[in-house]
C-alpha cells in the first residue's frame, strides 16, 4: 500500500477504477460522500417523513442502516425504522436478525420482525426442502418484497431503503438485458415515482462496489453477518456474478459503466414502456397486474406442495 492521497497516512486500499489510495479517515468520507450524492438524486426527502430501512444483518445493508443514521440524525421531521425480515432459515436467518435488531436499538432506531411464518404459514426452510427445481430463491425474493411493501405501506412510509450495492445492480442490469426483460428492467429501483400500493425504494449503496462496502463496515466497526445465505449457490444471477468480475478485472470500472449505461437509456425507456395499470390481487389486495399477484400464485403452488 501507498500514502494517501489526501494526507500522509498509509493508504488502506487503492482503488484501480479511479486511481485513488486513501487511508481509513479519507475512505470513509469517500464512501460516504458517494451515499450521500446518491440519495440526493435519488428524489427529496421531504422534511417531515418516515423513511424504512430494509436490513438483513449483512455488512451492506447494516452499512446502509449506519449511513441512514447519520445523514438524517439532525433532520427532526425524519423518521427511520428498520424492517427485519425472518424468512425461516434455522442456523442462519435467526443470528442474522438478533444482529439487526441490536444494531438498531445501539442507534435508537424502532425496529419491526417480519416473520413469513406468521405472515404466510411457510417457512423458507420447507421451500427449500422441495428441492432445486422449485428455485427458492425466486420464492424468496418475491415473498419478501411483498411483505416489506405490506408493511411499509401500512406505516406510511415514504421510501423504503435497500443495501444494494453496485455488484448487484450491474448483475441485475446485465441478466434482465440477456433475458430480454424489459418490463423488469424499467421496474428496477431507485423510483423517484411509483404506483399506487407500491413504496419507492431507495438504493443509497448503488455506485459502491461490495468489496469496498465490506471494507467501510471493518473500518467503521459496524457488526454484520459474514456468511451467505445457505441457498446462494442456487442463485441464477451468480453467473452473471462470474462475468462481471472478470470484466471488472480485465477493465476496472466495468460495473460502473454498466450502472451509467442503464442510467442514461432509463427514462427513454420508461417513456417507451409506461407502468402497466395495476389492479388489487384478489387474494390478498396487494397492487398485482392480473388477477392475482405472483406471490399469491407461488404460495398457492407451494402450499399444495406441502399440505
Same mark, same amino acid.
Not at 18 to 23: Q, V
Not at 95 to 105: I, M, P, R, T
Not at 260 to 288: V, W
Given at each position: ?15 484501480? +477504477?479511479?486511481?485513488?489510495? &486513501? ?6 468520507? $469517500? ?9 440526493? %438524486? ?8 418516515? %423513511? ?30 428498520? %424492517?427485519? /425480515? ?5 442456523? +442462519? ?14 442507534? *435508537?432506531?424502532?425496529?419491526? @420482525? ?48 435497500? *443495501? ?21 428492467? /424499467? ?9 399506487? *400500493? ?14 469496498? @462496502? #465490506? &471494507? $467501510?463496515?471493518? /473500518?467503521?466497526?459496524?457488526? $454484520? ?17 462470474? @462475468? ?17 449505461? $442503464? ?5 427513454? &425507456? ?12 384478489? #387474494? ?9 399477484? #405472483? ?5 398457492? #403452488? ?6
Amino acid at each position: 500500500m501507498t500514502s494517501c492521497h489526501r494526507c500522509p497516512e498509509k493508504s488502506i486500499i487503492d482503488i484501480k +477504477y479511479s486511481g485513488a489510495s &486513501l487511508c481509513k479517515k479519507h475512505f470513509a468520507e $469517500y464512501v460516504e460522500r458517494r451515499v450521500q450524492k446518491e440519495i440526493r %438524486l435519488q428524489g427529496k426527502v421531504p422534511a417531515r417523513a418516515k %423513511l424504512a430501512i430494509a436490513v438483513s444483518g449483512g455488512k451492506d445493508s447494516m452499512s446502509t442502516l449506519y449511513i441512514l443514521s447519520q445523514v438524517f440524525a439532525n433532520h427532526q421531521g425524519v423518521e427511520l425504522i428498520t %424492517l427485519i /425480515v425472518d424468512e425461516g432459515l434455522v442456523g +442462519y436467518r435467526e443470528k442474522s436478525v438478533k444482529l439487526a435488531a441490536e444494531f438498531s436499538e445501539k442507534l *435508537g432506531i424502532p425496529h419491526e @420482525i417480519l416473520n413469513f411464518k406468521e405472515s404466510f404459514g411457510i417457512r423458507m426452510d420447507e421451500i427449500i426442502a422441495l428441492g432445486d427445481e422449485w428455485r427458492p430463491c425466486t420464492y424468496c425474493g418475491v415473498l419478501r418484497r411483498n411483505l416489506l411493501n405490506r408493511r411499509a405501506r401500512e406505516l406510511n412510509v415514504e421510501k423504503i431503503a435497500f *443495501g444494494h450495492n453496485l455488484d448487484d445492480m450491474s448483475q441485475s442490469v446485465l441478466m434482465n438485458i440477456v433475458n430480454g426483460d424489459v418490463q423488469r428492467l /424499467v421496474r428496477l429501483g431507485p423510483h423517484k415515482k411509483t404506483q399506487a *400500493g407500491l413504496v419507492p425504494r431507495m438504493i443509497p449503496l448503488r455506485m459502491v462496489p461490495e468489496s469496498e @462496502i #465490506k &471494507l $467501510y463496515a471493518d /473500518v467503521m466497526e459496524i457488526p $454484520y453477518l459474514d456468511m451467505h445465505c445457505p441457498s446462494r449457490p442456487r442463485a441464477h444471477r451468480l453467473g452473471f456474478l462470474e @462475468i462481471i468480475n472478470q470484466m471488472e478485472k480485465e477493465t476496472p470500472g466495468t460495473r460502473h459503466s454498466i450502472l451509467s449505461s $442503464y442510467d442514461q437509456m432509463i427514462e427513454p &425507456l420508461r417513456a417507451h414502456f409506461p407502468p402497466a395499470e395495476l389492479n388489487h390481487c384478489d #387474494k390478498c389486495g396487494e397492487p398485482t397486474m392480473g388477477e392475482i399477484c #405472483k406471490a399469491c400464485e407461488l404460495l398457492d #403452488k407451494v402450499r399444495k406442495a406441502l399440505y
